[in-house]
């Protein structure tokens, strides 16, 4: 069994207007220490999903299992602690903006009751491994993005986890600032044998990072193969019109920057 097993999720939204079926039968497995990534456009169910694995969202069917354990049999204890080694990263980094960016690394580690001093030396260590020591103290709003960015990954790493959620992690970031994130998600990976998921809209993100990908349109995994694989050769018009249409980008920026 995989470390990773999604099994005919469901997902239906209900309101007055309608209902939206946002994941429909979404099955795939990952094996620990993999970079998964899912691509598809707006709307097509990318964040639904992440917040279904960690079952912030909860699945009108289907099983979540991670670790050969079913995520919707734990009581709300278990779920607790389970989700404690699921970080997750976002496009707008969602930092405490009124704690320094020390105090921001901390705050996992002091809701899991280590003692302050403890809790800041290491929160030092893992700001030095995402080379923003020398802004311990500075406040989020003095920030770049990317050095955002940089203090929830640190912060998440204080949580310890296994698998690591990045839902349009790079969206908000220029290309370059998006090149130094993704080495940084990559060396975690191997350093920490983080398994990790990558939601994201870019193609270059998947291209340069993960091992696999999977096509998602209207809730349905429509294709999913090696990444390398799909993007040489993409079978559904969904995947061709993603990798396509990045492309066609690629060229047009090159002409208007004559
Ligand atoms: N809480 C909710 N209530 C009702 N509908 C929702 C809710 N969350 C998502 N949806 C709907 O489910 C579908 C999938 O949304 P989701 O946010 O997962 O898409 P996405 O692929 O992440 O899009 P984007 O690339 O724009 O972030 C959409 O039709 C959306 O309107
Ligand atoms: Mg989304």
Avoid: W
Wanted: hydrophobic fraction near 40%; include cysteine.
């Amino acid at each position: 069994m995989a470390f990773i097993e999604i099994e005919h999720l469901e997902k239906t939204f209900q309101s007055k207007s309608g209902d939206t079926e946002a994941l429909r039968d979404v099955s795939f497995s990952i094996e620990k220490g993999e970079i998964f990534g899912v691509i598809g456009l707006s709307g097509a169910g990318k964040s639904t999903l992440v917040r279904c694995i960690n079952l912030l969202e909860r699945p009108t069917a289907g099983r979540v299992i991670i670790d050969g354990g079913d995520m919707m049999q734990l009581s709300d204890r278990e779920l607790r602690a389970r989700r404690r080694g699921i970080g997750m990263i976002f496009q707008h980094f969602n930092l405490l903006m009124q704690r320094s960016v020390l105090d921001n690394v901390c705050f996992p580690m002091e809701i899991a009751g280590l003692g302050k001093k403890e809790a800041r030396q290491k929160a030092m260590t893992y700001l030095e491994q995402v080379e923003l020591s020398d802004k311990a103290r500075a406040y989020p709003a003095q920030l770049s993005g990317g050095q955002k960015q940089r203090v929830a990954i640190a912060r998440v790493l204080a949580s310890k986890p296994e698998i690591l959620l990045c839902d349009e992690a790079t969206s908000a970031l220029d290309p370059q600032t998006t090149q130094s994130i993704l080495q940084l998600l990559k060396h975690i990976n191997e350093e920490y044998r983080i398994t990790m998921i990558v939601i994201t809209h870019e193609m270059r993100v998947v291209q340069q990072i993960c091992d696999r990908v999977a096509v998602l349109e209207y809730g349905r995994i429509v294709e999913s193969g090696r990444t390398r694989e799909v993007f040489d050769a993409p079978k559904t018009e969904a995947a061709k019109r993603l990798i396509y249409t990045h492309e066609y980008t690629g060229v047009e920026d090159e002409g208007s920057g004559i």
